[in-house]
Every structure is written in C-alpha cells, then in structure tokens.
C-alpha cells in the first residue's frame, strides 16, 4: 500500500507558476502509474495527468495541454505537476493519485490510492 502527500499548492496570479510535489512512502511508486486530478467547488473530480510507471507515457487533459507538464523522480518517490500560464478557472484542490495496474488512466476510479489534496487558487 502507498501513502501520497501533496504540496506546493498556494495562491498565484494569472499568467503565474506553481509547481505541485507528491510524495509516495510504503512501496516503491515505481510500480505505480500516477495521476494528477482537480476538484473546483461545485464541480466534479476531473482528470488532469497522467504518467506511467518509467515517465515514458504522459497525458493531459485538453485544458492543461502546453501549460502543464507532469514528471516524476523514482529515486525520490516523488511526482511533480508543473503549472505555467495559470488561469483562473485552474483554481482547485489538486489530488495525487496511484494506480497499481499496469497503464493509466484517465478516469478517477482508475485510481486506489489518494492523496488529501492542496489547494490552488488563480487570482485574474
């Protein structure tokens, strides 16, 4: 079983960066595909990307395509989310998520392991 904790989440102006961490502890994450989701008030959780278990396979949401980039580091159990051209409708809580099956996903329940989520807001 893995634990995810994120961070890196804050308040940023439009046109800003901010860079999303999650860390893994308990198994390896190598042997995870991992994701990143968002969750606006009032709306549902929604797919941002995804990575494969090596970095090779990465995909995005059409929203986030040129603005994000997701990466992961095996050796420090950590996925990254980078976010350039922040806008306000990115405003959300941002959750990591781990799949122990082989592929990703695109879709939350893809995904049997969660972190608790930080929180992004976008002035304009």
């Known amino acids: 079983q893995v634990q995810l904790v994120e961070s890196g989440g804050g308040l940023v102006q439009a046109g800003g960066s901010l860079r999303l961490s999650c860390a893994a502890s308990?198994?390896?994450?190598?042997?995870?595909?991992m994701g990143w989701f968002r969750q606006a008030p009032g709306k549902e959780r929604e797919f941002v990307a995804a990575i494969s278990r090596g970095g090779a396979s990465t995909q995005y949401t059409d929203s986030v395509k040129d603005r994000f980039t997701i990466s992961r580091d095996n050796a420090k159990n950590t996925v990254y989310l980078q976010m350039n051209s922040l806008k306000p409708e990115d405003t959300a809580v941002y959750y990591c998520?781990?799949?122990?099956?082989?592929?990703?996903?695109?879709?939350?329940?893809?995904?049997?392991?969660w972190g608790q989520g930080t929180q992004v807001t976008v002035s304009s």
């Open positions: 308990g198994r390896t994450m190598s042997t995870y595909s």
């Open positions: 998520a781990a799949r122990s099956t082989l592929g990703v996903a695109l879709t939350a329940n893809g995904y049997g392991y």
